[in-house]
């Protein structure tokens, strides 16, 4: 019997993000580039033998009830299959939260891969993901992970090539963005040509594993609704552009900023700026990561 497991939820940056139309259900169809990184979420998930979901985080302003995602992914499963014994799930967070890093959806997908695995529920990772798009439309991804193409509402996952390794600066402002609020105000139909970025281009230059035409080709069309109502997004991407950032672009629906870096010493002066330097004023969290490719779920992992 499994009593415990310690995993890591990862984080995401979209290196593109294209919305096509709004579907008459509300959700809207797209087109992203998602990519892994080494930031992560620890969650520990305890057995318990009386019956219930108990939660435990770090941040005093997530909830601890059924509006947080890790109780919605492990109440899913244990309903489905009558699990009798309980669950006490110790959530630490890292990944900026409201943040366009999919923090939420991947402590969904770790959670839904943990019960599975603690009640020996013989669940898929396929099987896994169609449960994971109930909770959220990013979840499938995270269950999948690595490089990969995400089309319909998030849900229809195409694998593609590891990216080459390089350094990633990520940057998030002190504001919080609601996706809900990007979305209702993004006018799909009145966008330009050059406001959608060229994700059929950028799928190839990931096949080519040419990290400068990939950094050539990051778009994302929320930027035409988030950097407006918060330019300091612009400002942080030229400052990482400055400080030798190969290209910068605003992650899912902002605020948070990622800048691909070729060169390890300047990622890390970029990084000492914007975290003690003068660059300091223009965000509230910066972490220097990288692209995380690992697609096999292990404990700790
Ligand atoms: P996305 O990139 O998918 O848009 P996000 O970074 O914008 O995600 P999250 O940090 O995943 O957003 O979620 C933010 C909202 O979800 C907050 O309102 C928060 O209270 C709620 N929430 C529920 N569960 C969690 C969780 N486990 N981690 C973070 N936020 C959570």
Redesign the pocket.
């Known amino acids: 019997m499994i009593r415990y497991l310690g995993l890591k939820a990862y984080?995401?940056i979209n290196l593109g993000l294209d919305v096509l139309r709004k579907r008459e259900d509300g959700y809207h169809d797209v087109r992203m580039i998602m990519q892994t990184v080494s930031l992560y979420?620890k969650i520990d998930i305890y057995l318990k033998e009386t019956p219930g979901i108990e939660i435990v985080?770090n941040?005093f302003?997530?909830?601890v009830n059924e509006?947080?995602?890790?109780?919605?992914a492990a109440k899913l499963l244990m309903d489905e299959f009558h699990v009798t014994q309980g669950v006490t799930i110790h959530?630490k967070?890292f990944?900026?939260?409201?943040?366009?890093?999919?923090?939420?959806?991947?402590?969904?997908a770790s959670v839904l891969f943990g019960v599975n695995k603690m009640f020996k529920l013989g669940l898929t990772r396929q099987e896994l993901m169609e449960r994971g798009v109930k909770i959220?439309?990013?979840v499938p991804y995270c269950i999948m992970r690595g490089t990969a193409l995400s089309e319909g509402i998030g849900e229809i996952l195409t694998p593609l090539p590891d990216m080459p390794q390089c350094q990633v600066l990520i940057a998030k402002p002190g504001v919080?963005?609601?996706?809900k609020f990007v979305y209702d105000n993004l006018d799909a139909a009145g966008l330009k040509e050059s406001d959608h970025p060229d994700i059929d281009g950028m799928v190839a230059a990931i096949k080519s594993r040419d990290i400068y035409q990939v950094s050539a080709r990051l778009g994302n069309v929320l930027e035409t609704v988030t950097i407006p109502e918060y330019p300091v997004i612009a400002q942080i991407k030229e400052r990482m552009k400055e400080a030798g950032a190969v290209n910068a672009l605003m992650?899912?629906?902002g605020p948070?900023v990622f800048g691909i870096f070729t060169s390890p010493l300047a990622a890390e002066k970029a990084y000492e700026d914007m975290r003690y330097g003068e660059g300091k004023t223009l965000a509230k969290q910066v972490y220097l990561t990288n692209f995380y490719n690992t697609r096999e779920v292990t404990n700790e992992q």
């Open positions: 984080g995401k979420d985080t941040l302003y997530l909830p509006n947080n995602l890790v109780y919605k959530l967070k990944i900026p939260v409201s943040a366009g890093m999919a923090g939420g959806s991947s402590d969904a959220g439309a990013d919080s963005v609601s996706t992650s899912g629906s948070t």
